[in-house]
Nanobody, 117 residues
Framework: VQLQASGGGSVQAGGSLKLSCTTS???????????MGWYRQAPGKQRELVAEITSDDDTNYQDSVKGRFTISRDNAKRILYLQMNSLEPEDTADYYC?????????WGEGTLVTVSS
């Protein structure tokens, strides 16, 4: 199983980006019943949870991104998304997608988001 995050880039404060996490080698039922999340790691800081979504589409967000970020999933395409609006310089980080299914714990490579003031 491989996860590939994409959609990062450089934007000015107030701008938007949409991250995608595509999967390969994962069967539909595993994706459908997985718990998924987006994490980020800024330089010199620990990796932190940004948003997560359950198999029932319940979502949870870090307080700093509530109202600005939206996590979603397309089970048919097996893609995880993170829509990021009203970006702030503090959102600058490498963003990673994560999929958990039972004892399985998959991570993708990071995609860099840089927000300038």
């Amino acid at each position: 199983v491989q996860l590939q995050a994409s959609g990062g880039g450089s934007v000015q404060a107030g701008g938007s980006l949409k991250l995608s996490c595509t999967t390969s080698g994962m069967i539909w039922s595993t994706f459908r019943f997985s718990r998924m999340g987006w994490y980020r790691q800024a330089p010199g800081k620990q990796r932190e949870l940004v948003a997560e979504i359950t198999s029932d589409d319940d979502t949870n967000y870090q307080d700093s991104v509530k109202g600005r970020f939206t996590i979603s999933r397309d089970n048919a395409k097996r893609i995880l998304y993170l829509q990021m609006n009203s970006l702030e310089p503090e959102d600058t980080a490498d963003y990673y997608c994560n999929i958990k299914y039972g004892s399985w714990d998959y991570w993708g490579e990071g995609t860099l988001v840089t927000v300038s003031s």
